[in-house]
């Protein structure tokens, strides 16, 4: 078998060679400048990164922590268009680039890519790889890739010309997707900024049991595949993984389309949400009650904004109660005040939310194709 990638532009012939991620520059492992010593992070103007930068977005352009030009001097500093690799624990694997001069924690290894290489190549070579990588080291309690592990890590590369295409055609895919997670945070400010201004700047004149009630209790059998919760953090109604179901000797009850449901003890963290049709008829047990709304008096989406909305529901975990795991009880959270403006003015609000919420659903769809189709170039442009 050839070593040649499945999918390759075709200008370029030949073998790609066996090389080393040590081969692509010199590994730097970052450190840390002494925190007692506040100089080194007062007025911090320089990036210093963490895993905790990395992953989310490709170039670093901002950090967590800043160092001061005291603390700058104790680390040892990274060029732009270095390439940054968290190698332990639970963040093992991320990665990202370093858009000007910049260092990082002891818990990422940085390649400073040498003239013999593309730094853009280099990135996406060892994000494709890292898999592979991971298998090696899965044994290991704490999984740790080391300076001179790392070094040794064994990659296949093309000529420099071959790997700057590749390098710039998936840079551009990586920009595309930038683009489009910016887009769902303006969409998501959008949403809150109507919600902010229309709803949770008003006074409260009601509460959740003026327009919604306790469903009726319909029992049903325990199947794994009906089974549906709510996501934390406004997330909406899923069905519930399998592979973390416990069934027991736990009654389910019927949870029909329409109705308000939430998690007893994670209300608090955003946990409600509306079935869906799709989920029509789909069960939950008692830790998640269902409730009617009156659609005469009440909008339910304009409902589930304002209950969905973090400034509704963090304030509301000094309402649980219970030993050991708390809970919001269901005759807690009828009485729990609401903004109910009439009728009219609720459906004008939910018009304007439910067309900025169409747009970012199909803006979060589109992401996840971009990532899809990424994850699948990854695999099959490299070796």
């Given at each position: 078998?050839?070593?040649?990638?499945?999918?390759?532009?075709p200008e370029f012939q030949g073998e790609w060679e066996k090389c080393k991620l040590g081969d692509y520059g010199k590994v730097v492992t970052?450190?840390?400048?002494?925190?007692?010593?506040?100089?080194?992070?007062?007025?911090g103007t320089y990036l210093w990164a963490s895993p905790a930068d990395l992953g989310i977005i490709k170039s670093i352009t901002e950090t967590?922590?800043?160092?001061?030009?005291?603390?700058?001097?104790?680390?040892?500093?990274?060029?732009?268009?270095?390439?940054?690799?968290?190698?332990?624990?639970?963040?093992?694997?991320?990665?990202?680039?370093?858009?000007?001069?910049?260092?990082?924690?002891?818990?990422?290894?940085?390649?400073?890519?040498?003239?013999?290489?593309?730094?853009?190549?280099?990135?996406?070579?060892?994000?494709?790889?890292?898999?592979?990588?991971?298998?090696?080291?899965?044994?290991?309690?704490?999984?740790?890739?080391?300076?001179?592990?790392?070094?040794?890590?064994?990659?296949?590369?093309?000529?420099?010309?071959?790997?700057?295409?590749?390098?710039?055609?998936?840079?551009?895919?990586?920009?595309?997707?930038?683009?489009?997670?910016?887009?769902?945070?303006?969409?998501?400010?959008?949403?809150?900024?109507?919600?902010?201004?229309?709803?949770?700047?008003?006074?409260?004149?009601?509460?959740?049991?003026?327009?919604?009630?306790?469903?009726?209790?319909?029992?049903?059998?325990?199947?794994?595949?009906?089974?549906?919760?709510?996501?934390?953090?406004?997330?909406?109604?899923?069905?519930?993984?399998?592979?973390?179901?416990?069934?027991?000797?736990?009654?389910?009850?019927?949870?029909?389309?329409?109705?308000?449901?939430?998690?007893?003890?994670?209300?608090?963290?955003g946990a409600i949400g509306i079935v869906p049709i799709s989920l029509d008829n789909g069960i939950t047990s008692k830790d998640i009650p269902?409730?009617?709304?009156?659609?005469?008096?009440?909008?339910?989406?304009?409902?589930?904004?304002?209950?969905?909305?973090?400034?509704?529901?963090?304030?509301?975990?000094?309402?649980?109660?219970?030993?050991?795991?708390?809970?919001?009880?269901?005759?807690?959270?009828?009485?729990?005040?609401?903004?109910?403006?009439?009728?009219?003015?609720?459906?004008?609000?939910?018009?304007?939310?439910?067309?900025?919420?169409?747009?970012?659903?199909?803006?979060?769809?589109?992401?996840?194709?971009?990532?899809?189709?990424?994850?699948?170039?990854?695999?099959?442009?490299?070796?």
């Open positions: 078998k050839l070593n040649v990638p499945n999918l390759r532009f970052g450190n840390t400048p002494p925190t007692k010593d506040i100089e080194n992070y007062e007025n967590k922590t800043m160092l001061s030009v005291k603390g700058f001097s104790k680390t040892r500093t990274l060029p732009k268009g270095s390439v940054l690799v968290t190698c332990i624990g639970s963040t093992i694997g991320k990665t990202g680039m370093a858009t000007k001069e910049m260092s990082t924690n002891q818990q990422i290894n940085s390649i400073v890519v040498n003239d013999n290489n593309d730094n853009e190549f280099v990135y996406y070579a060892i994000q494709s790889a890292f898999p592979r990588y991971l298998s090696s080291i899965a044994v290991q309690a704490v999984p740790i890739i080391s300076k001179s592990a790392f070094e040794l890590l064994p990659n296949k590369r093309p000529c420099l010309q071959e790997q700057k295409r590749i390098g710039k055609f998936l840079s551009l895919l990586d920009e595309r997707i930038s683009t489009q997670n910016k887009i769902i945070d303006k969409l998501q400010s959008l949403i809150k900024g109507i919600v902010d201004c229309t709803i949770l700047r008003k006074e409260k004149n009601a509460i959740v049991g003026d327009v919604c009630s306790i469903s009726e209790q319909i029992r049903a059998e325990a199947n794994i595949d009906d089974i549906i919760t709510v996501r934390l953090h406004g997330n909406g109604v899923c069905k519930s993984s399998a592979e973390n179901l416990q069934l027991g000797a736990t009654q389910y009850y019927r949870r029909r389309a329409g109705q308000l449901i939430y998690g007893k003890q994670n209300f608090h963290n269902s409730f009617d709304i009156d659609e005469m008096k009440c909008n339910s989406v304009y409902l589930l904004a304002q209950l969905q909305s973090p400034q509704y529901y963090k304030p509301a975990e000094a309402l649980t109660t219970g030993t050991g795991s708390k809970r919001l009880k269901e005759e807690t959270f009828l009485k729990m005040p609401i903004v109910l403006p009439n009728k009219r003015e609720q459906d004008n609000i939910a018009v304007l939310i439910h067309r900025a919420s169409m747009n970012l659903d199909h803006a979060k769809r589109l992401l996840e194709l971009l990532s899809i189709q990424k994850q699948y170039l990854l695999r099959q442009m490299f070796i």
